[in-house]
């Protein structure tokens, strides 16, 4: 399928990192690919482009492009690198396109004049993700699966691997579909139906709708549902560190670090504002996030700072309440136990090497802590209970429910967005058919339900919306 305004020049771009490699890729698409790359390149067994097989690697000299040898007569055409080449004939190619990739020494000035000369050549420099566009406009992905090769190149952790190379193999897709083809099949019935409401003759009965549009709406429901498994999959659990002041927050947040980002000082009311780090413990992704003290103030700044405070309470994942043990007057007062309920939350008693034993024991029968919250007693001077804490935060934030049998799961903020768009439309259809009203009404909202899905996976889209996402790659994807 090539789109109707469909890319007619051919891109180039480094399709590897910046800075030093053992190799480094330019990659080459479009259908002048052979004959823009045949000025540069030369097979060293001497065949010309035009008879590379497919999906073979070649070794090659890469030199100056044949018109701007300085003397031809003279001199040998003058090497930038030797390097292997692989030539992915149209469409079997990741773009659909004729696909040249040079496999080159990783060197930024190698790179450069690779990519230099492919331009010199006649190629143009490709925008970011130009590569994955052209995959999605010429049918070898759809939205999803083209959304999908960024979040496996953006993956920090296996599982939210795990979900994009899902993605990226359709599962989303082929659910998508599946509920808007049942959709728009429904919708032909009832609109063949429309037209003989005269003759009282129906295509589909009320039932099967109410079936239908509530069995679809049961699945987008568990999908919305797991965005938000999705979404620490991807970005990471959101973990708040929350206290007052002194009880050792930062010290935490350092030692969970293993540097010294926030300022660690026994001065109340110093941390004014949040500090966030990102870490990763074995397979999943944590944002830190240090508090300012909570605590009634009259200072504007520290207000600010309060307020941030709260703000971050309620979007974490995980809330450590951390108390400061050896304080033992103010221990667990009104402050930490409003944060109890604040959904999933850990205590930390801090400073446990300033009390002893029985004293440890005291605390914890004296303090009134809600049930089912883990409570760990841990220092952050001489280490005490911090492999446990970093465990408990593991096991509390990890995503549940990762079975492979799990088809849909919503990583992505945009697909979210229209599933809920979805769930409206059928909210609204069901209401529709609840209340009597004309068949005609009904089509509308199922015609808008169905389209809204077909958003996900492209079927319908603007460009807008693909310069967005595209704009979200990196050159060379
Ligand atoms: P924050 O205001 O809650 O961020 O607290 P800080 O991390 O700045 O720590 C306040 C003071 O408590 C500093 O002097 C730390 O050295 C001290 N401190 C933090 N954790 C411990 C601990 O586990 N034991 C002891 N004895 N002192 C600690």
């Known amino acids: 399928m090539k789109h109707a305004d469909g890319p007619e020049d051919t891109i180039c771009a480094i399709s590897t990192p910046a800075g030093e490699g053992g190799i480094g890729i330019v990659r080459i698409s479009g259908p002048d690919t052979l004959s823009i790359t045949s000025k540069f390149i030369q097979i060293r067994s001497g065949i010309s482009l035009s008879t590379l097989e497919s ?30 080449v692989v030539y992915m004939k149209a469409p079997h190619s990741y773009t659909a396109e004729d696909v040249i990739e040079i496999h080159a020494h990783g060197s930024q000035a190698v790179l450069a004049k690779i990519s230099e000369i492919s331009l010199r050549a006649g190629c143009r420099l490709a925008s970011p993700g130009e590569f994955t566009k052209r995959a999605f406009l010429n049918g070898r992905l759809d939205l999803s699966q083209a959304e999908s090769v960024l979040d496996t190149i953006k993956a920090t952790s296996e599982q939210s691997l795990v979900v994009a190379q899902r993605h990226l193999r359709g599962d989303l897709r082929r659910e998508v579909d599946r509920l808007r083809s049942r959709l728009l099949t429904l919708l032909a019935h009832l609109e063949a139906g429309i037209d003989f409401v005269e003759e009282d003759i129906e295509f589909v009965g009320r039932e099967e709708l109410k079936v239908v549009l509530s069995e679809t709406a049961d699945v987008v429901g568990a999908a919305l549902n797991s965005a938000k498994t999705g979404r620490v999959l991807r970005e990471g659990a959101r973990v708040v560190i929350a206290g007052r002041p002194n009880v050792g927050k930062s010290s935490l947040l350092n030692r969970l670090l293993g540097d010294s980002r926030a300022i660690v000082t026994n001065t109340p009311g110093t941390t004014r504002d949040l500090i966030e780090e990102t870490v990763r413990f074995d397979r999943c992704t944590l944002s830190l996030v240090d508090t300012a003290g909570l605590r009634e103030t009259s200072d504007e700044v520290e207000r600010e700072g309060i307020r941030r405070t709260e703000e971050a309470i309620g979007d974490a994942d995980l809330l450590i309440v951390m108390i400061d043990a050896s304080d033992v007057i103010r221990t667990a007062s009104v402050f930490e136990t409003n944060l109890f309920g604040k959904g999933n939350v850990l205590i930390a008693l801090n400073k446990v090497d300033l009390l002893t034993p029985t004293q440890l024991e005291d605390l914890h029968l004296n303090l009134s802590l809600p049930d ?68 005609e009404c009904v089509a509308v909202d199922l015609r808008g339900a169905a389209d809204t899905l077909g958003e996900i996976t492209g079927a319908i889209t603007s460009d807008d919306v693909l310069n967005r996402i595209f704009s979200e790659f990196c050159i060379g994807k």
């Open 55 to 84: 999906h073979r690697l070649y070794l090659a000299d890469i030199v100056l492009p044949v018109d701007r040898q300085p003397n031809l007569s003279l001199d040998p055409p003058t090497p930038i690198d030797e390097a292997l």
């Open 372 to 439: 089912g919250v883990p409570v760990l007693s841990i220092s952050t001077v001489t280490g005490e209970g911090l492999k446990t804490l970093q465990e408990t935060i593991r096991h509390e934030i990890m995503p549940k429910n990762l079975e492979p049998s799990q088809s849909v799961m919503i990583t992505n903020v945009r697909h979210q967005e229209i599933l809920l768009r979805c769930r409206d439309y059928l909210a609204a259809a069901l209401d529709s058919i609840e209340s009597g009203m004309h068949p």
